[in-house]
């Protein structure tokens, strides 16, 4: 009757197909104005398991509000609970349907989840034509996963009853038995149970037949009916800080056909269009460079004929400086964009743009607009992020001194967790579990973990000596004191801080080479309880050295019997090698007058690894890191060349770059550029063949996105490629400026600053008027940031979405700073103050 009536009411409304609101577009996904139903567009990977990008989701006036909608065997999985494979996706277009078919191996349990079109929504039915294996009674569900952060403030209704939705977790949980608990990845654990054999179990907020979610707002109302079993709301957070409110219902034992069946509404707003986004640098410009802002428009909004540029004057008042007729750029993914080209205002001064009713921050135009935009990430970012240090500003620590307790030998022939793994031997002189000596030493937490990742490791200490040589940068704003392990952010010691930094690397890498023997994967935490660690960096062990003779969580005061040192994992990577090579070679080079000792330690290592790699079979190209061994052996080469002048190094160097460029120009353009000061003039005349065929690749850019940068399509973000694009044309630049032009080095900033898709924030934190406040840090628990990281950016959701949120810190593919990308923003803001402003 009901659904009668809601056929009759759609029905009447004019342009809707079938009476259904929602309908399958080309990108096969559900459409509506302010509303679009996604279902598996996105996949569960097995890298990083459950990312929060997967399964059935919504993106519901322009935002992505659900996700995880799937079968799924916990109340409220976590990142590394298991995720079910796909097997099948059909999309039945006179249905107005899709349907898929999901599997657990690791159970054999095969459910059909469908989404089909109805009235003012869609229906969601899961089947299954075999019951539910028993073990899984009780724990397998149909859930959906709603963003807390769209429902912060916000409340509901369950059957009629009201609540408000938690800021903070505060629910109930309870205590079972291991026995009963579905196995995580690999049979790791993220809850540390202290030895009890026990796990946690949320328990629901509410339950019923009917939830509201928002009634009080209509851009976030979304409105679930079950047809058989209870609605059962649970907030993801009791477990894992970065969970989500989920919805779901039990599949009841024993039956098969339809299991669950939901009606779901999510409410839209009549004639909606979401707001235009100008992206233009918050960073400002100089006077000399092209200044073009690019505005985002729903494909329903019509362009606006006109822009303007109004300054700001000191006594409050404000001056329309520059009005211009837009260009229409064309569609790019979900939205229809326009260029604002203002490079005409070149005064100095403070500014805004207007688009329509709306204005933007205010930025700067001058010369100096980029001279210190670099500093915070050198000064606060990167000891932040110091391991073996205690890291002090003003009156507060940012970190105890953490890891003292390195490292203990992996044992051989494990599956880790973070990307990491022991072969079947461990390949040093160590037991497994045995203490190797030495490590506890200098090195950086890669990202908003806190493992050393060795490759990472290699790249940051090499940009920062790109940038010492090239850039002589000699700022001291940071006290470092190796000797007693100190750190203090605002505290010149007269020594200079890239030095410090590079000092730093460089003692974590020659540690790997003395005690190993070569370089190691990374150092990581053996337990999975450990690796989720949000906070004080130094509380994440007992610092104590572990002993097997005494009982968990048992000490005699210098050693202990919890096993929570760091493991040392030591597969042989042959590229890896080699990217220490060429760290400590170049690295040996900047220390020479900073750390003599140091200094020679590095190039000895260096050699060292080059002639054992020179020496070992060259993997397979499909082995880990294979396919860039070539670039990192040519690019040991080419640095042990400058710094020895041997011969042997620059035929090698030689002998490789002219079929990596052959086979992966774009990969290895940038190590190609790097080398021309060092090799003989017909280098250079060899090279330019490749730097014009380069050069097509920078023009099909223009056309692809109106920001003419590589914007990367992967499940991490593609930041760190703008950079790398842009670091490559800088090179390029140099020794062939008729063929790349200086705009191809100041559109990556231009877009990390924010003139980039979803939103105009800049993207490293704490710089340009509006900028990232919530990253994926350390302190991402408390919705923050950590002064100079720079994010990921836009991630692309398929099939034409991309995303970088801001209330939300916790989708490392957006939001996670990491070491490389932060040394090579420091590089390139450098390069892009040297070529504005003179070298
Ligand atoms: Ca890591
Ligand atoms: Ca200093
Ligand atoms: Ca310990």
Request: hydrophobic residues 40%.
């Amino acid at each position: 009757m009901r659904l009668n009536n809601v056929l009759l009411l759609s029905l009447l409304c004019a342009g809707t197909a079938f009476g259904q609101k929602l309908r399958l577009n080309d990108l096969e996904y559900f459409e509506a104005r302010g509303l679009n139903v996604l279902v598996f567009s996105n996949q569960y990977n097995g890298f990083f398991f459950d990312e929060k990008t997967a399964g059935i989701e919504l993106i519901h006036h322009g935002v992505r509000t659900a996700t995880g909608g799937a079968v799924r065997l916990s109340p409220t999985p976590e990142q590394w609970d298991q995720i079910p494979a796909m097997t099948s996706r059909v999309v039945d277009r006179k249905k107005n349907s899709i349907e898929v078919s999901l599997r657990y191996n690791d159970e054999d349990f095969d459910s059909r989840v469908s989404v089909a079109a109805e009235g003012d929504g869609f229906r969601i039915r899961v089947s299954l034509d075999r019951p539910l294996p028993v073990k899984l009674a009780g724990h397998a569900g149909f859930n959906i996963e709603f963003l807390p952060s769209a429902y912060f403030e916000k409340t509901y209704f369950m059957d009629g009853r009201g609540g408000v939705f938690p800021i903070h977790p505060s629910g109930n949980a309870e205590v079972r038995p291991d026995r009963e608990k579905i196995p995580q990845f690999n049979g790791y654990s993220t809850f540390d149970d202290r030895g009890r054999g026990e796990f946690l179990v949320p328990q629901p907020l509410a339950a019923g037949k009917s939830l509201v979610l928002a009634p009080e707002d209509s851009e976030r109302y979304v409105k679930i009916q079950s047809a058989a079993g209870d609605l059962l709301l649970y907030d993801g957070r009791m477990l894992a800080q970065n969970g989500w409110f989920v919805v779901r219902s039990l599949i009841p034992a024993g039956k098969t056909g339809t299991v669950v069946d939901w009606y779901v509404v999510p409410k839209t707003i009549n004639e909606w269009t979401r707001k235009p986004v100008i992206g233009f640098s918050q960073a400002g410009y100089h006077p000399a460079q092209e200044k073009t802002a690019v505005i985002e428009l729903d494909r329903n909004d019509s362009l606006l004929e006109t822009a303007s540029v109004i300054r700001v004057m000191p006594d409050g008042s404000a001056v329309e400086k520059f009005r211009t007729t837009l260009r229409d750029w064309g569609r790019y993914l979900r939205y229809r964009y326009a260029t604002f080209d203002f490079s005409s205002v070149k005064d100095d001064g403070l500014y805004y743009i207007r688009y329509g009713d709306q204005q933007t921050e205010t930025f700067p135009i001058g010369a100096d607009v980029y001279r210190d935009v670099w500093h915070t990430t050198l000064d606060i970012w990167f000891p932040v992020q110091m391991d073996h240090m205690l890291v002090r500003e003003a009156y507060r620590i940012w970190h105890g001194l953490p890891f003292r307790d390195d490292a203990l030998q992996a044992p051989p022939n494990i599956r880790h967790f973070d990307g990491y793994w022991m072969d079947s031997t461990t390949n040093t002189k160590y037991r497994p579990l045995e203490h190797i000596p030495g490590l506890d030493v200098g090195g950086w937490f890669d990202a908003g973990d806190f493992d050393i990742e060795t490759a990472h490791h290699c790249t940051a200490v090499m940009s920062f000596v790109d940038t010492w040589e090239q850039f002589g940068v000699d700022r001291d704003q940071t006290f470092i004191d190796q000797q007693t392990r100190y750190v203090d952010i605002h505290h010149p010691d007269g020594e200079l801080d890239l030095l410090q930094q590079i000092e730093h690397g460089t003692l974590q890498l020659v540690a790997q080479q003395k005690s190993v023997g070569f370089a190691v994967r990374g150092i990581n935490f053996p337990h999975l309880y450990q690796y989720h660690h949000l906070g004080d960096g130094s509380t994440l062990t007992d610092n104590l050295l572990y002993n097997p003779r005494l009982k968990p969580y048992e000490s005699d005061g210098l050693t202990s019997g919890t096993l929570d040192d760091r493991w040392v994992f030591t597969p042989r990577i042959p590229s890896l090698n080699y990217s220490s090579a060429a760290a400590l070679a170049a690295a040996s080079r900047a220390l020479k007058s900073f750390n003599r000792a140091l200094s020679v330690e590095a190039l000895m290592y260096a050699l060292q690894a080059w002639d054992s790699e020179q020496n070992n079979t060259r993997p397979p190209a499909g082995a880990f890191g294979g396919r860039f061994t070539g670039n990192a052996e040519c690019n040991a080469a080419l640095q042990l060349f400058i710094t020895t002048g041997e011969k042997r190094f620059s035929q090698e160097f030689d002998a490789l770059i002219w079929h990596l460029l052959d086979t992966a120009l774009a990969w290895n353009i940038a190590l190609a550029a790097k080398a021309v000061p060092h090799m003989p003039a017909e280098y250079r005349s060899r090279l330019e063949k490749y730097v014009r065929v380069y050069r097509t690749s920078i023009e099909k850019l223009a056309h692809e996105n109106p920001y003419g940068v590589p914007i990367g399509t992967r499940g991490w973000a593609g930041n760190y490629e703008v950079v790398s694009w842009s670091i490559a044309n800088y090179l390029l630049n140099r020794w062939y400026p008729d063929i790349i032009g200086k705009e191809d080095v100041y559109r990556g900033l231009n877009y990390l600053f924010g003139c980039h898709p979803y939103s105009n924030l800049s993207f490293v934190a704490g710089v340009g008027t509006h900028s990232k406040k919530r990253t994926y840090g350390s302190n991402r628990a408390d919705f923050s940031f950590i002064a100079g990281g720079v994010v990921p950016g836009v991630l692309f959701l398929k099939p034409d979405y991309l995303e970088n949120k801001e209330d939300w810190p916790f989708l490392w593919g957006e939001n996670e700073c990491v070491i490389d990308i932060c040394a090579d923003y420091i590089f390139l803001a450098n390069a892009q103050n040297a070529l504005l402003n003179g070298r």
